[in-house]
């Protein structure tokens, strides 16, 4: 039959039932797989520290939780180290020019119709995912109607501003660079890092965002999410996808944007890493009374 000769071939369905689905709340495989990283980063980067003659060797400051600057076991150990000062403290900033990049650029990012600079209903839903992961970073790491939420749950755990309750309100300082202006010492709570939240956090973001876009878009993908519809029913996310899967497929088609994405993810990884090695120990993270027992205001409220 002529017709059926002439027509093209059409691409086996992904959504069949040999594909993996996995539930709408629980992580994909290929997703636990990248997850893991975070974790096999922080303790290899604990267990290098202590089998590292140099890293042992070198003198640590508690108070400033690295290694004491005049004599740093790596250039990587100095706070004023470029990558730190650059990158890292402009982390965020890094993240969303990334992803803004990625998803104006990338074919991926228009639906179905390329879509230009317009702003199709995946780069909106994009958009606000972004704003979300934004709020949160915020709200942890910068402010959270006061104190951000790191301060609060050092506080909260027993911490102080210590060496400054001589000079009057000084003691009962809710931030750390309050405490630190003040001449204290911000100890003996259960301090989180926020290099590492903010590292973490990045790197996940841009993981999903981006990682899925190309694995999806280059048809590399041999899984999928199920999603919950308005009516309480359970499909395929192909199904409900703007773009059919592997529109581009043939090649990894990662673009500049893309491997713009990958450097900073890696880079943050690198970071991540190098954070384990030389910065906040394992035993500055697990919580434990202040020595100082007098009760802290914030957890009186």
């Known amino acids: ?89 402009r982390g965020w900033g890094w993240t969303t020019f990334a992803f ?41 790491t910068q402010w959270c109607f006061g104190a951000p939420i790191i301060d609060r749950g050092f506080r909260w755990t027993g911490g102080r501003c210590e060496r400054a309750h001589h000079a009057g309100a000084a003691g009962e300082t809710i931030t750390a660079v309050a405490c630190k202006a003040a001449g204290g010492r911000w100890a003996g709570g259960h301090d989180i890092s926020g290099h590492v939240f903010l590292l973490v956090l990045a790197t996940a973001f841009l993981m999903n965002e981006v990682g899925w876009s190309v694995l999806r878009w280059s048809g590399l993908r041999d899984e999928e999410r199920c999603v919950i519809m308005p009516d309480g029913a359970l499909k395929s996310a192909n199904v409900e996808a703007d773009a059919p899967v592997a529109q581009g497929e043939g090649s990894l088609s990662l673009g500049p944007a893309g491997k713009m994405a990958v450097a900073v993810a890696g880079l943050n990884l690198w970071m991540l890493l190098m954070t384990a090695i030389y910065f906040h120990t394992w035993f500055e993270k697990v919580p434990r009374p202040s020595r100082n027992p007098r009760p802290s205001p914030l957890a009186s409220r």
Do not use: C
Not at 121 to 135: D, E, Y
């Open 1 to 89: 039959m002529p017709d059926a000769a002439s027509a093209p071939a059409k691409r086996p369905s992904r959504t069949s039932a040999s594909t993996p689905r996995t539930p709408p709340f629980l992580p994909t495989p290929l997703e636990r797989l990248a997850l893991g990283l975070f974790p096999l980063l922080l303790v290899f980067g604990t267990v290098f520290s202590i089998l590292s003659p140099e890293t042992r060797a070198a003198p640590y400051d508690h108070a400033t939780q690295s290694h004491a600057q005049s004599q740093p076991p790596s250039y990587f150990a100095r706070k004023s180290n470029v990558f730190n000062i650059v990158f890292v403290k």
């Open 100 to 140: 803004v990049f990625f998803l104006f650029t990338h074919p991926s990012g228009g639906g179905g119709g390329g879509g230009g600079f317009d702003l199709t209903p995946r780069r909106f839903r994009a958009g606000l995912r972004w704003a979300l992961v934004t709020a949160w970073w915020f709200f942890v």
